[in-house]
């Protein structure tokens, strides 16, 4: 099994950016397909992108393509969302997992709170 932790959202603007950060505690993290996804309000959660070991992204959700980008670091067992021109349709709440496309997900985490507005 594993730990998540997600940190780094907050309210901005539309326009702005954010840069979502998770860490996942969990044996052999370098050979995980991991993902995040998010949940808007009265919505179920949804795939937003996933990244491969060795950093293949296979999949953006088209509703983000050219806005947000998933990375890794094998290292600090991290992965990260970097958000860039976002939109009030972007607010929700962000997790991150294993790509669900690739095995069961692990227990979620709290999540982190996405806001956008003006």
């Known amino acids: 099994q594993a730990n998540i932790v997600e940190s780094g959202g907050g309210l901005v603007q539309p326009g702005g950016s954010l840069r979502l950060s998770c860490e996942v505690s969990?044996?052999?993290?370098?050979?995980?397909?991991l993902a995040w996804y998010r949940q808007s309000p009265g919505k179920q959660r949804v795939l937003v992108a996933s990244i491969l070991p060795g950093g293949r992204t296979p999949y953006i959700d088209i509703d983000v393509q050219g806005r947000f980008t998933i990375s890794r670091d094998d290292i600090k067992r991290m992965v990260f969302l970097q958000m860039d021109s976002l939109e009030r349709e972007d607010t929700a709440v962000y997790y991150c997992n294993r790509d669900q496309t690739y095995g069961d997900v692990f227990a979620w985490g709290q999540g982190t709170q996405v806001t956008i507005s003006s």
């Open positions: 969990v044996r052999y993290f370098e050979t995980q397909a």
